[in-house]
């Protein structure tokens, strides 16, 4: 992988997650790609925070 140009945001969450927690070997990512990688699962992960916060219960008062 490390000859192709790495854009994290183009994999989903679940193939950033096996890269980043897969023993390394011949073809695993640089320690560059790696940051790039958790960087992106971060702000996802913040994005997830935000949403459920937008999408928390409405409680309505049917008095």
Do not use: G
Request: glycine share 0%; aromatic share 4%.
């Amino acid at each position: 992988m490390n000859d192709q140009v790495f854009d994290a945001s183009a994999l989903c969450s679940r193939k950033l997650w096996e890269l980043v927690s897969e023993t390394p070997t011949a073809d695993s990512l640089n320690r560059e790609q790696i940051l790039l990688a958790v960087s992106e699962l971060q702000q996802r992960r913040h994005f997830l925070t935000e949403l459920a916060k937008l999408r928390q219960p409405v409680r309505i008062h049917t008095e």
